[in-house]
């Protein structure tokens, strides 16, 4: 069950591999970050942040918030589990937790065991750290202007996980919207361009989703 | 710094954000504003990290702006997120080939 995320998680993390040769990590150090992280967005902007050499603080803050939609993942995952799954499994359990394998489990009917989560993460687990191996020892082979566009996959899949729901959700459409500006005034404005790019995530994110979240408030059975 | 303090640092934070909440409060938050927020948090994230990066991540700026008209359009028409990764990343490997003939001649 967990095939098609690791497949699809192969090609995207076969991007940021080739994507983090392309800024100078050796393949081997962009598998480490994939195998100890298992996130997209969380390592993409901590690449960054590596590359432009940020402090540690910012790291922190940076991986906080944009990976704090685990934090309401791993409560709503701790529910579904009940008090069948003991303390031990639980801290095993929770680095497998990303977007795609909580989606997964909670769409299953059946009650949560401890070998079913475990094997739903561990193709995807390999997947993911495999393709960036892949992409990271292809990138070095390659020209860099064909490890950029290689990097661009990365972009592709964010747009691709944007723009249906703010297709059809108004509040989300709202959200990205502010954010986009946000992002292009840290990028543009003279004055702010000094403004580190970890540090200009953290505040357009925390901006957008806040102004989103006092506008339009989720009701209870619609979160997600 | 070595790498391995930031890999080390950004691997310990994450993992606290999934496992305090799935081993220490089981509860469901109650804060109807901070479940919103938690709910926006991916797309705004996902939005400014994107954009205006997108931009400055190529060869040239030109097919940057291709790639992200491109994935806009696929991801509108609701294809899928493998599609969209690659139909971007072709697009500008196409238009940089392309303009290195074209500065050929």
């Given amino acids: 069950m967990g095939l098609p995320v690791g497949l699809g998680y192969f090609s995207v993390s076969f991007g940021f591999g080739a994507m983090a040769v392309s800024q100078g990590i050796r393949a081997l150090d962009a598998t480490l970050i994939s195998a100890v992280n298992l996130t997209s967005a969380g390592q993409f902007a901590g690449l960054t942040l590596i590359v432009a050499m940020g402090s540690l603080w910012e790291m922190v803050m940076t991986q906080i918030v944009i990976n704090s939609r685990y934090s309401l993942m791993s409560l709503a995952l701790a529910q579904r589990m009940g008090q069948r799954i003991g303390f031990l499994p639980r801290l095993l359990i929770a680095f497998f937790n990303t977007d795609e394998i909580f989606a997964l489990a909670m769409a299953d009917p059946e009650p949560l065991t401890v070998p079913y989560l475990l094997g739903l993460g561990l193709l995807p687990f390999l997947g993911w750290t495999g393709g960036t191996l892949a992409g990271g020892l292809a990138g070095s082979a390659l020209p860099a202007d064909i490890r950029a566009a290689l990097g661009v996959m990365l972009y592709g899949m964010f747009i691709a996980i944007v723009i249906p729901p703010a297709k059809q959700e108004k509040a989300v459409l709202v959200t990205v919207i502010l954010a986009l500006i946000c992002s292009c005034v840290f990028h543009w404005a003279d004055g702010l361009k000094t403004v580190s790019v970890g540090v200009s995530i953290v505040i357009c994110t925390v901006a957008a989703a806040g102004a989103a979240a006092i506008c339009f408030p989720v009701e209870p059975e619609e979160e997600s | ?105």
Avoid at chain 2, 24 to 43: G, I, N
Avoid at chain 2, 65 to 93: D, E, H, M, N, P
């Fill in chain 2, 1 to 105: 710094m070595s790498i391995y303090t930031y890999i080390f640092v950004m691997a310990l934070t994450t993992y606290l954000i999934r496992v305090i909440p799935m081993t220490l409060f089981r509860r469901p938050l109650k804060s109807r504003f901070l479940r919103s927020f938690l709910h926006y948090v991916p797309y705004a994230c996902l939005t400014a990290m994107t954009f205006p990066a997108i931009l400055e991540s190529t060869a040239s700026r030109y097919s940057g702006a291709a790639a992200l008209v491109l994935a806009v359009f696929l991801a509108y028409r609701g294809k899928s997120l493998l599609t969209v990764s690659l139909a971007a990343s072709g697009i500008v490997i196409l238009m940089e080939q392309g303009m290195k003939l074209f500065a050929l001649f």
